[in-house]
């Protein structure tokens, strides 16, 4: 197999960036980073902790500083948080730095896969989970589709195949 140069995954909450970009970082001999995760160990703090002091605006800004720095790093797989495409640098950053794969998911797998999650601040608001990923979805999936070099579909496929479609599409690439 070909040796891959960087993997962006971008995407919704719950479309399974983490669990596929890990799985995936291991079948290609790459480096696994998480954006989310990156911005905690930084900030000593969790991500609602961070969104409650700083509001969104804060998360966003440490989100941009952390997509800009590892996505200059070579060969690494990054799960991006859902909202990374809302700016248009982190946009530019990934479209030029890799090869971009929009996760895509339909709402009730989103939903299934976030019921329990303590950790999406932007989940709890005051309208159901379900009104808020519909907006959400509706905002962002057109960045996504702006941003990505390919579209996969997780709603329905085993881990083992859309990690296969992955690696179909960047040996067909190179
Ligand atoms: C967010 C998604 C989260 C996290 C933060 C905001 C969003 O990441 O970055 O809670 O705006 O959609 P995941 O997509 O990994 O859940």
């Known amino acids: ?19 596929l970009g890990r799985q995936l970082a291991r079948r290609l001999n790459m480096d696994f980073y998480d ?11 969790d991500i609602p902790l961070i969104f409650e002091k700083e509001g969104e605006a ?26 990374a495409v809302l700016n248009e640098t982190n946009r530019r950053h990934l479209k030029s730095r890799g090869t971009v794969f929009y996760l895509s998911s339909d709402l009730e797998s989103l939903l299934e896969r976030t019921h329990k999650d303590k950790n999406r ?41 859309v990690i296969q479609a992955i690696i179909s599409h960047l040996d067909n690439c190179e």
Do not use: C, W
């Open 121 to 161: 601040p932007l989940l709890h608001g005051k309208e159901s989970p379900e009104v808020i990923l519909t907006r959400l979805i509706e905002q962002r999936d057109p960045l996504y589709r702006e941003t990505a070099d390919h579209i996969i579909d997780t709603s329905n496929d085993s881990l083992r195949h």
């Open 35 to 45: 954006s989310d995760r990156i911005i905690e160990e930084k900030t000593g703090a």
């Open 1 to 19: 197999m070909a040796k891959h140069s960087n993997i962006f995954l971008i995407g919704p909450m719950g479309a399974g960036k983490t669990t």
């Open 58 to 83: 804060g998360f966003r800004k440490r989100e941009a500083a952390v997509i800009d720095e590892f996505s200059q790093k070579p060969g690494i797989v990054l799960a991006t948080g859902g909202g």
